[in-house]
């Protein structure tokens, strides 16, 4: 079976940071595309940012010189560092696995597996 996990939620003030972890399990992680998306109440889902088993990233437009994704191969881990947090960055955020090979995508078809999600809640 396959299993992420997201931890690292939390409520920060306006310009905090924060990192936020996901463990996966059941797949051969280091083949594997992945990303972070969340979810705003009331808004769509929107990608945050995505990695290919490469290391190539992407970032959405609201996040990028903000937000960094990261991977660990080895300890089957991806990692969102979030820098001066602002209060519409208030979501839950997933973690997603894509596909062998696949590209770094915010195309929800892109993915095949999905974490619950870990609140974040920036306040001032």
């Known amino acids: 079976q396959v299993h992420l996990v997201e931890s690292g939620g939390d409520s920060v003030q306006i310009g905090a940071s924060l990192t936020l972890s996901c463990v996966t399990t059941?797949?051969?992680?280091?083949?594997?595309?992945m990303a972070w998306f969340r979810q705003a109440p009331g808004k769509e889902r929107e990608g945050v940012a995505s990695?290919?088993?490469?290391?190539?990233?992407i970032y959405g437009d609201s996040v990028k010189g903000r937000f960094t994704i990261d991977r660990d191969n080895a300890k089957k881990l991806l990692t969102l560092r979030m820098n001066d947090l602002q209060s519409n960055d208030t979501a839950i955020y997933s973690c997603?696995?894509?596909?062998?090979?696949?590209?770094?995508?915010?195309?929800?078809?892109?993915?095949?597996?999905w974490g619950q999600g870990t609140q974040v809640t920036v306040s001032s």
């Open positions: 997603a696995a894509g596909y062998p090979y696949g590209i770094a995508t915010f195309d929800p078809q892109g993915f095949r597996w």
């Open positions: 990695i290919d088993h490469e290391g190539e990233t």
């Open positions: 059941g797949i051969r992680y280091d083949t594997y595309s």
